[in-house]
Structures are given as C-alpha cells and as structure tokens.
C-alpha cells in the first residue's frame, strides 16, 4: 500500500515537472501579457515622463541612478562596477569606459537577456520600438530619451560604445535569446522638454 502511494506521488511530481519544462518557453511572454500596464507603473515617479504617459503618480524622483522603459515595464538600478558580474542577479550596468548622462557623450548602458524570478533583465528589450520613450534618473534628475535607431550588430562591433559629440543613450544586450551572437542595440536621443516647461509654467 505504501509502495503504491509512492509511485502514485512520484508519478504527479513528474507529470508536474514536465508540464513546468514543456511551459517554461512562455512564462516570459505570459508574464509580460499579465505586467501591470497602468501609467503609475510604467511611469512611476514624478516628472516629465509621468506627465508625457499621463501618469498620477506621486513617488518621487528616485535618489538612486535607474532606468525606466515604460513600453516594457522596466525599472531598474544602473549600477556601477568595473565587472558586468555585478549585475548577475538583476539590474543595468553602466559600461565604466563610457560617459555618464549628465555628458554630451555616448552612454552606454547593458543587460542580460535571461529570464528568472529574482532577475528583471532586458528579456523584452526587442520589444522596444522606434519614437518609444526611456527615462534615466541619475543622481536625482530626470532625463527623458526618444528611441531613434533599433538593430542587431555583430558582438564584435564595439562601434557602438564609441564615444559621440552630443548625448546619446545606447541601450545593448545579447541577441538571439540564450547566445552571445549578436547585440541587440536600441540608440535614444534625448527629449527637448522645453514645450513642456513651457505648458507647465505658463511661458510660451
């Protein structure tokens, strides 16, 4: 009797854990259907990104540097290292050799691409498109980008950290999924928020 209870329990442990390896392909695409979509969480801190997304949020700019992608539900640290291992466990990672938001340079922010609970990565970041909007807070200030330019180059084009004569945010990470191929690369310029000063004080 025992012996048949065991078998009968192993057996739904391993039905269970083949329909978990036969649905694992999708839990990325079913989390990203099932993300909380409301402007309050895409555009979640006060600014010109809330505004611009209608957001009624009333959280603060955040103190520490991040990366808000509303159209994926992106909101991360930008952390700091001399070692991409620093971002093993989630978050952006800011390329040391490349130049900080405040510059009129080329920053260069990146991201693995792999999927898992404990890991908010840029898994979706193909899903960014041309005329999308990126937000950067970096030492607390708000910094609005537009995408202009969205490709896939070779992982041996370092051309694109290269440095630039005016701010520019280029976003990278590893395409297809699970290799190192090639780079998924999404170029963003920054945003002229001087109509909407002007709305918000009155000015024209």
């Known amino acids: 009797m025992k012996l048949r209870t065991f078998n009968n329990g192993l057996s739904i442990v391993v039905v269970l854990l083949g329909c978990y390896i036969a649905l694992s392909p999708f839990l990325p695409q079913l989390s990203f259907w099932l993300r909380d979509t409301s402007p309050e969480a895409t555009a979640p ?31 991360e640290a930008i952390k700091e290292s001399s070692n991409i291992g620093v971002i093993n466990n989630g978050g952006t990672w ?7 938001p405040t510059e009129d340079n080329n920053t260069v922010i990146v991201g693995h ?4 609970p404990d890991a908010s990565t840029f898994y979706h970041l193909d899903k960014v ?15 609005v980008y537009e995408v202009s330019e969205k490709k896939i180059v070779d992982a041996s ?15 990278y990470t590893c395409d297809p999924i699970w290799t190192a191929v090639n780079r998924l690369v999404i170029v963003a310029k920054p945003v002229d928020l001087g109509t909407d000063n002007e709305l918000e004080t009155g000015e024209i």
């Open 45 to 75: 801190y006060v600014g010109q990104l809330a505004k611009r997304n209608d957001s009624k949020t009333t959280t603060p700019i955040p103190q520490d540097n991040r990366l808000v992608i509303p159209v994926i539900g992106i909101d």
């Open 129 to 143: 498109n041309i005329g999308d909007q990126i937000a950067i807070y970096w030492e607390g200030k708000e910094m």
């Open 157 to 171: 084009q370092v051309s694109i950290e290269a440095p630039t004569n005016e701010k520019q945010l280029t976003l």
């Open 94 to 100: 800011r390329r040391p050799n490349t130049a900080n």
């Open 113 to 116: 691409r792999f999927y898992g």
